[in-house]
């Protein structure tokens, strides 16, 4: 699953389903298994499946990932990240505080401004230029700088 966006929000939704619902203005495109969904400068709420993996990507967007999905990426020059649940998870933003909650594995996290918050996951690597970060269940390695 891909979203990409240039500005406005994305609030994407993991629940219990078989298919993926857009609300917002986009264009939506399937090619094999992977559905793309082009937001633009709208806002837009995607519901997918639980355990889905989830590319994002946005110039100046706020990114909300409700639930729990596979393995989340997400890239973004300016504009607040957060996600409650992920298997994995690599973000990463110019500008813009990042959150995760709950990673089952490995998260990866580069900032050069802005607060980064890891709840729990297992081997955490975070990285920023100007922010504070706050790792709060580390069960496996942690690097910060």
Do not use: F, W
């Not at 094999?32 to 110039?59: H, N, Y």
């Not at 500008?95 to 890891?118: F, H, L, P, Q, Y």
């Not at 081997?123 to 690097?143: H, I, W």
């Amino acid at each position: 699953m891909r979203i990409a966006a240039t500005t406005g929000r994305v609030r994407v939704i993991a629940e219990d389903r078989n298919d993926v619902g857009v609300s917002g203005t986009a264009l939506v495109s399937h090619h094999g298994t992977v559905v793309t969904v082009e937001a633009g400068s709208a806002s837009v709420e995607v519901r997918v499946p639980a355990g889905v993996d989830l590319m994002v990507g946005t110039t100046s967007a706020a990114v909300t990932v409700q639930g729990r999905v596979g393995n989340l990426a997400i890239v973004s020059e300016s504009g607040r990240i957060s996600s409650e649940h992920s298997a994995a998870r690599d973000a990463r933003t110019t500008s813009g505080r990042i959150e995760a909650v709950r990673v089952d594995g490995d998260c990866r996290v580069r900032s050069v401004s802005g607060k980064v918050t890891v709840g729990t996951c297992q081997d955490t690597e975070v990285s920023t230029k100007s922010g504070r970060v706050e790792l709060a269940g580390v069960s496996g390695t942690a690097r910060a700088n």
